[in-house]
């Protein structure tokens, strides 16, 4: 598989990618994944690196990117990440501005903060976890990040997020914040390497972008619900919509998830309910009321009985295209 990340070219003019981060492993799972935060645009651009089965990588400060694809590539011929890491040092003149996070898919961890990362830099490493950071408001960030992961029970995603949550609370970047990432990759599946990139998401230019890397976390697992929800719902009708009723909850006033709630309780016969979802999605995205009846029966079953439902409560629908 690909590691996941932009290709770029070996040893790249470097940039002052100043931040915080932690790479970490699941063994219960096998996910690898990386969270940063910085004052500095499009964060997740260059800091983060994952392959499932492989390894991650977190590459920042005077930031060589191309220390994530190489460095996955050392992994992958069968080095540690500490004898990665030698290597990949050994060979920059650039070293001593770097600062580096490396977890393998056998939990080995290694870290490098060169001597010329601004203060406060440190680090702190565990079987499973790297926590590092540079120009920082307090020494104190790197060990908060640490302890709420190694606190935090739960997905690692979550607990990513809880040790970005933590840093922060400890200072955070002495800029201050402006973008944050996340990135998750699970199990190689053979012969499916799209499938093995979990969560990949990013907050480019925030003035909180962690708590709105927590909200898009929060909506990807209401989409995941929602999925859930689909593929069991020929099995057990009744469980797909409990499963379904939990994604709405998860995100109130997502108008996209209402209207295929509604789909899906149209399918179990259940006409009221469904015209009443979709006439609250078109409320919040008057666009809805524009696609309904562009689809087929197979997308959204009864949809003509919906339409009825709905002019006869004041919706109307457009009938172009029935």
């Known amino acids: 598989m690909a590691p996941s990340g932009p290709r770029v070219p070996a040893m790249a003019r470097p940039r002052l990618a100043s931040t915080f981060s932690i790479v970490a492993r699941d063994p219960a799972a096998q996910e690898l994944g990386v969270a940063v935060q910085s004052h500095y645009f499009s964060v997740g651009s ?83 976890v ?28 979550e607990r990513l997020v809880a040790a970005l949550e933590a840093g922060q609370r400890a200072g955070g970047d002495a800029r201050g914040m402006q973008s944050a990432s996340l990135l998750v990759v699970g199990p190689p599946v053979s012969g499916r390497p799209w499938t093995s990139r979990r969560i990949d998401l990013r907050v480019e230019d925030h003035p ?20 859930a929800a689909e593929g069991v719902f020929p099995a057990d009708p009744l469980r797909a919509r409990r499963t379904y009723d939990r994604a709405v909850r998860m995100a109130p006033g997502n108008d996209e998830l209402l209207f295929w709630r509604g789909a899906m309780r149209a399918r179990a016969g259940d006409v009221g309910r469904a015209a009443n ?21 197979e997308q959204f079953p009864r949809g003509a009985a919906v339409r009825r439902a709905l002019r006869g409560r004041g919706v109307g629908a457009h009938t172009r295209g029935r």
């Open 130 to 157: 790297s926590v590092q950071g540079n120009l920082l408001a307090s020494p104190k960030v790197w060990p908060a990040m640490i302890r709420a992961f190694e606190a935090r029970r739960g997905p690692l995603a």
């Open 277 to 297: 979802d979709v006439r609250r999605a078109i409320a919040l995205n008057p666009r809805w009321r524009v696609l309904l009846p562009r689809l087929s029966e």
């Open 46 to 128: 260059d800091v983060p690196w994952a392959e499932a089965g492989v390894g991650a990588v977190a590459t920042q400060s005077f930031v060589e990117t191309s220390y994530g694809p190489r460095g996955l590539r050392l992994l992958r011929r069968g080095m540690s990440p500490a004898e990665a890491l030698r290597r990949l040092t050994a060979a920059d003149p650039g070293r001593d501005g770097r600062q580096v996070g490396i977890v393998d898919a056998r939990g080995r961890s290694a870290v490098w903060t060169g001597t010329g990362c601004i203060a406060h830099a440190g680090h702190a490493t565990r079987t499973n």
């Open 208 to 227: 909180e972008p962690i708590a709105d890397l927590r909200r898009l976390l929060a909506l990807r697992r209401a989409y995941e619900l929602a999925d």
